[in-house]
């Protein structure tokens, strides 16, 4: 199946540092999601982008779809210890199953209050 | 806000029994989902359902069934369980294909 690269793979932060993480493929990706996943919860779902270019921020969460459809990154500003977590990335990429996600596999973000 | 409900937080089943897993969404959302999730293995589709009675298989549907008889309702049928089933099972839901999916909050499935 299609993979999607997610890095990095994990980030120990300091309260109040800006985050960023990023999803890449070499598949062309209709929809990105992102979603955070908190220990032994379901994913929540924080942002999601449908067109090339696409900026959408959330709160201090911030998500673009690249340009070039293979590739898109989340950024977290003025981290909390609430933002501890794992973050994934997901999508539907072009020419595949429109039902079928495609995730990354994850980022642990650690933030020492 | 959409609502994904699974039944249950945290199960235990003993070997060979036959253990349902059922999710309910309150959004009318077309098209529901079952996942498991496991270390190392992220998340992986076992079966989805995009109508009432509708469903079709996922990644690793193997050992599993599911049955949709409601528009609100996903189930997911574990026929005879067996330890290598032993995962957190994740339901989801999305209006039309191609967007946004929304997930419970998860079944810690343990059979021992």
């Known amino acids: 199946g299609q993979q999607l690269n997610q890095s990095p793979q994990s980030m120990f932060i300091q309260e109040g540092e800006d985050v960023s993480m990023n999803c890449t493929s070499s598949?062309?990706?209709?929809?990105w999601l992102w979603y955070k996943q908190d220990p032994g919860e379901g994913p929540v779902l924080l942002i999601a982008?449908?067109?090339?270019?696409e900026l959408t921020s959330n709160g201090r969460l911030t998500a673009q779809f690249g340009i070039t459809r293979k590739d898109s990154f989340l950024n977290i500003s003025a981290s909390i210890p609430s933002d501890v977590g794992i973050y994934f990335c997901?999508?539907?990429?072009?020419?595949?199953?429109?039902?079928?996600?495609?995730f990354g596999k994850g980022t642990l973000l650690t933030v020492n209050p | 806000d959409v609502k994904v409900t699974q039944s249950s937080r945290y199960l235990v089943k003993r070997t060979g029994e036959k253990v349902f897993l059922e999710c309910v969404q309150d959004?009318?959302?077309?098209?529901m989902f079952w996942y498991r999730q496991d270390p190392g293995l992220g998340l992986r589709l076992i079966y989805f359902?995009?109508?009432?009675?509708?469903?079709e298989k996922g990644d690793i549907p193997e050992g599993y069934s599911v049955s949709r008889e409601k528009k609100e309702r996903f189930s997911l049928i574990l026929e005879s369980a067996s330890t290598n089933q032993t995962s957190m099972y994740l339901c989801?839901?999305?209006?039309?294909?191609?967007?946004?999916?929304?997930f419970g909050q998860g079944t810690r499935l343990t059979v021992v």
């Open positions: 989801a839901s999305s209006l039309e294909p191609n967007t946004e999916a929304f």
């Open positions: 982008l449908y067109k090339a270019g």
């Open positions: 959004m009318d959302h077309e098209n």
């Open positions: 997901a999508g539907y990429y072009s020419g595949g199953s429109n039902y079928k996600l495609t």
């Open positions: 598949s062309i990706f209709n929809t």
């Open positions: 359902s995009y109508d009432v009675k509708m469903k």
